[in-house]
């Protein structure tokens, strides 16, 4: 969700991606294409570039509104919400 954002910045992109080519290479099966090859392992790319880049508050504002949806979306069609609800009924806090 947040790499297909418009809020990506370009740049945080680029360098990910260049990270997953050069660093991340031994990961790549021989039937992988390059582009399956980055969606698999983009989520790792993440994690070591970001302190570097630093997010944005204006980026993570845009990105909020879009993921939280999503997110919403996601566990209604799952049912999560109700045994969210169910489960915080029984935890200590």
Avoid at 9 to 38: R, W
Avoid at 45 to 52: D, R, S, V, Y
Wanted: hydrophobic share 30%.
């Amino acid at each position: 969700m947040i790499y297909d954002s418009k809020h990506m910045p370009g740049a945080l992109k680029d360098q990910i991606y260049q990270y997953i080519k050069t660093d991340l290479i031994s990961e790549k099966k021989d039937s992988d294409t390059e582009e399956q090859f980055i969606y698999k392992t983009r989520k790792k790319g993440f994690g070591p570039l970001k302190k570097n880049y630093g997010v944005c508050e204006r980026c993570v504002a845009g990105y909020r509104p879009r993921t939280e949806n999503q997110f919403s979306f996601l566990f209604k069609k799952l049912n999560v919400v109700i045994q969210l609800i169910l489960s915080s009924n029984s935890l200590s806090l």
